[in-house]
T-cell receptor
Framework: NAGVTQTPKFQVLKTGQSMTLQCAQD?????MSWYRQDPGMGLRLIHY???????DQGEVPNGYNVSRSTTEDFPLRLLSAAPSQTSVYFC??????????????FGNGTRLTVT | AQSVTQLDSQVPVFEEAPVELRCNYS??????LFWYVQYPNQGLQLLLK??????LVKGINGFEAEFNKSQTSFHLRKPSVHISDTAEYFC?????????????FGAGTRLAVHP
């Protein structure tokens, strides 16, 4: 049971570099989302998707892009990394939209440092 | 706007003692409420949820929570904690926006169980 798989686990970037955080799930979940976790601020929703080809912004979308070409994958792109994007990033998925009968399944996170 | 406030950032407690982690939410409409737990270096996993019905909800690992509509609270309790309960606990509320449910998380409460 792979569940939600995030890669890489750790990443260090220089300011201005770009990168993609990968997220894949093998549970045929329609809903996928990205959160960032910062001390004292809990988890904040960056972007989410309710199915292939459909994405929308969360609470803190600036500086991040997403796309959903398949049900399984939901990559998060940082086009020009900034120190303020230093955080732990979590991908999560659920069968229905989040907050109903279907719980969110989380990956183990990607720890990103931007210098 | 709906929001979640976790009133304690850290809660130290001795093993076998009872514990209560407090959560208040703001909402003008009916809500779905959740508690998630995060063990070190892992993603979050669902402890329990309130969707409707009985206001006392039982979850995994002996935890329970009570939904109090008049006080807009959803406090998490356990009558006797173990060392293995040391983790960070997040309260979350479901938000209906743009035709979909999304989860909004509180800032988290770090539970430290001491021998």
């Amino acid at each position: 049971n792979a569940g939600v798989t995030q890669t890489p686990k750790f990443q260090v970037l220089k300011t201005g570099q770009s990168m993609t955080l990968q997220c894949a799930q093998d549970m045929n979940h329609e809903y996928m989302s990205w959160y960032r976790q910062d001390p004292g601020m809990g988890l904040r929703l960056i972007h989410y998707s309710v199915g292939a080809g459909i994405t929308d912004q969360g609470e803190v979308p600036n500086g991040y892009n997403v796309s959903r070409s398949t049900t399984e994958d939901f990559p998060l792109r940082l086009l020009s990394a900034a120190p303020s994007q230093t955080s732990v990033y979590f991908c999560a998925s659920s069968y229905g939209s989040a907050g109903g009968n279907s719980p969110l399944h989380f990956g183990n996170g990607t720890r990103l440092t931007v210098t | 706007a709906q929001s979640v406030t976790q009133l304690d950032s850290q809660v130290p407690v001795f093993e076998e003692a009872p514990v209560e982690l407090r959560c208040n939410y703001s909402s003008s409409v009916s809500v779905y409420l959740f508690w998630y737990v995060q063990y070190p270096n892992q993603g979050l996993q669902l402890l329990l949820k309130y969707l409707s019905g009985s206001t006392l909800v039982k979850g995994i690992n002996g935890f329970e929570a009570e939904f109090n509509k008049s006080q807009t609270s959803f406090h998490l309790r356990k009558p006797s904690v173990h060392i293995s309960d040391t983790a960070e606990y997040f309260c979350a509320v479901s938000v209906w926006s743009g035709g979909y449910n999304k989860l909004i998380f509180g800032a988290g409460t770090r539970l430290a169980v001491h021998p």
